[in-house]
Nanobody, 123 residues
Framework: VQLQASGGGLVQAGGSLRLSCAAS????????MGWYCQAQGKQRELVAA???????NYADSVKGRSTISRDNVRNTVYLQMNSLKPEDTAVYYC??????????????????WGQGTLVTVSS
């Protein structure tokens, strides 16, 4: 199982970005998917998460500015970020929790991280 994140880049304050993260492999189901960010010198923290049924949770810092969504058929999670601020600058990581997959005749469940995509917001 691999998670491939994309969509980061350089944007001016007030602009928008859409991050995508696709999980690949012999996946049967995924419980929760989410996005975390890690700014330089800081700990990784949750930005937004979404359950398999579509319930969402956002960090206070992005509420009203970001929307998380997912496509359960494509095992992909998205993060639409609007009204970006310089303090949003960070590496954004996607995560998939409770990934049930098939390998060698057995089902397994594990958690996975994507490789990170850099978001830079200039003032």
């Amino acid at each position: 199982v691999q998670l491939q994140a994309s969509g980061g880049g350089l944007v001016q304050a007030g602009g928008s970005l859409r991050l995508s993260c696709a999980a690949s492999g012999s996946i049967f189901s995924i419980n929760d998917m989410g996005w975390y960010c890690q700014a330089q010198g800081k700990q990784r923290e949750l930005v937004a998460a979404i359950t398999s049924s579509g319930s969402t949770n956002y960090a206070d810092s992005v509420k009203g500015r970001s929307t998380i969504s997912r496509d359960n058929v494509r095992n992909t999670v998205y993060l639409q970020m609007n009204s970006l601020k310089p303090e949003d600058t960070a590496v954004y990581y996607c995560a998939a929790e409770g990934v049930r997959y098939y390998s060698g005749g057995y089902y397994y469940t594990n958690d996975y991280w994507g490789q990170g995509t850099l978001v830079t917001v200039s003032s």
